[in-house]
């Protein structure tokens, strides 16, 4: 079918591609937060739910 992408979407694939567009990484609190949220609540709600 099409072997080349629009020209729009490869300028926004480009920009995403860039480091400065990366964003930064997560820090102390926001793997605290991840943690709380991805492991532990999960983890008391399956406790609870299995009393």
Not at 4 to 24: H, S, T, V, W, Y
């Amino acid at each position: 079918m099409h072997d080349k992408l629009p020209l729009e979407l490869e300028q926004r694939i480009d920009a995403l591609e860039r480091a400065d567009n990366q964003g930064a990484g997560f820090g102390p609190a926001d793997w605290v937060w991840l943690l709380l949220l991805g492991v532990v609540g999960p983890g008391l709600l399956l406790l609870w739910g299995w009393q």
